[in-house]
């Protein structure tokens, strides 16, 4: 049997409504020692402003709001997609790029809209995501990771969320769309992320 990780905690309350991002940290956590609760748990789950210029600022503005809400453990994911064409945008508007209600469709038509004209060889992109866990007690640990890609103008595969589809991986010859779940978590900014935080808290609570 797989050696599980050790967490500090009991539970964790992922601070998070984003349902793809709820699946790939489950599957992610599942060989650690903690419970892993949702917003699916009846639990106090306030809607955070995401109003900071920075995946930092918005990652530690959600767990810590979610934290003091539960009085859980809290692990918050502020996440998207750079485009170096685009001046690195939309960045942390990825979620509101085509508007404030936009969907993964609107956002993808919008992002498809404005590379068309861009050559292919300028189409570099990096999906970052930014971690807080905030632990009660005020300490909250920040880790970011980072994946490289190229944007592509025609959707493939169904797995995954967001700009999956359009997204690109050189090395893997496939779209993020079109890698299994356990693939997608061993090369992506969310599993190096993770892998970093798994680290850190090795490091303090060893
Ligand atoms: O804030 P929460 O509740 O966590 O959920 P959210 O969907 O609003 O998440 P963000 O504010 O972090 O916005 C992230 C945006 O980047 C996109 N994104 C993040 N990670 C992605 C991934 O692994 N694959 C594809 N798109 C991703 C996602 O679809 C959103 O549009
Ligand atoms: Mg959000």
Redesign the pocket.
């Known amino acids: 049997m797989r050696k599980k990780e050790a967490f500090p905690w009991e539970s964790v309350v992922l ?4 349902k ?2 709820i699946k ?1 940290f489950t599957r992610m956590f599942s060989h650690w020692n903690v419970r892993v609760l949702t917003m699916e748990d009846d639990l106090d789950f306030p809607d955070v402003v ?1 109003d900071g210029e920075t995946f930092e600022a ?1 990652a530690r503005k ?1 767990a810590e709001e979610i934290m003091k809400a539960t009085g859980l453990a809290a692990l ?6 750079e485009v170096a064409a685009l001046d690195g945008k939309p960045g942390v508007y ?2 509101r ?1 085509a508007g404030e209600h936009a969907s ?1 469709a609107d ?1 993808n038509a919008k992002l498809v809209q404005l590379m068309k004209d861009v050559p292919e060889a300028e189409r570099e992109a990096r ?1 970052v ?1 930014v971690l807080a866990l905030a632990l009660p007690g005020d300490d909250i640990i920040l880790v970011r990771g980072t994946c490289e890609g190229r944007i592509v103008l025609e959707a493939s595969g169904t797995n ?5 589809p359009y ?1 690109y991986l050189p090395e893997k010859e496939r779209t ?1 769309a079109e890698l299994a779940p356990d693939e997608k978590n061993a090369v ?3 599993g190096v992320a993770v892998r970093k935080l798994t680290a850190e808290l090795a490091e303090r609570f060893a």
């Open positions: 601070a998070t409504k984003n793809g991002k790939e995401e918005n959600k918050a994911d502020d996440s998207g997609l990825s979620a790029f993964d956002n999906f995501s995954g969320f967001g700009y999956d997204f993020m992506s900014h969310r």
